[in-house]
């Protein structure tokens, strides 16, 4: 019988890869824990949007390291998993948006060259 609770009662909780879709409530939440950042900000998927919360969490990743090495007491070690797999997540996610969008020379316009310039 107690096989079959301890059985129902992790099956309840989500996989490791609960964070697979980037609009998942469940991200969003893991992030506002971690970050301070406004919803709003969280919920912005566009190319800035993502490097803004990179900023956020190379910054939240850098600090957490420093109390780690100063053996600070507050540090957590849950905590600093979870900003080391956000980052590596939001890492993916932004190179796969940056891969998704036409090179730069690709967007610039081709320069018109006036006829009588050339005689």
Not at 24 to 45: G, I, K, N
Not at 58 to 65: C, D, G, K, P, Q
Request: charged share 30%; proline share 8%.
């Amino acid at each position: 019988m107690v096989a079959a609770m301890r059985k129902h009662s992790f099956s309840a909780l989500p996989t490791p890869n609960h964070h697979s879709d980037p609009r998942t409530p469940v991200r969003r939440a893991e992030l506002q824990r971690l970050l301070p950042m406004w919803p709003h900000e969280l919920a912005d998927l566009s190319l800035n949007g993502r490097r803004r919360i990179l900023q956020f969490l190379a910054r939240a990743l850098r600090e957490e390291r420093r109390r780690c090495r100063a053996g600070h007491w507050t540090y957590d070690l849950a905590r600093h998993a979870a900003l080391a797999q956000h980052m590596k997540w939001e890492r993916g996610e932004l190179e796969k948006l940056q891969g998704a969008r036409p090179p730069a020379q690709a967007l610039k316009r081709p320069r018109v060259v006036n006829q009588s310039e050339n005689g």
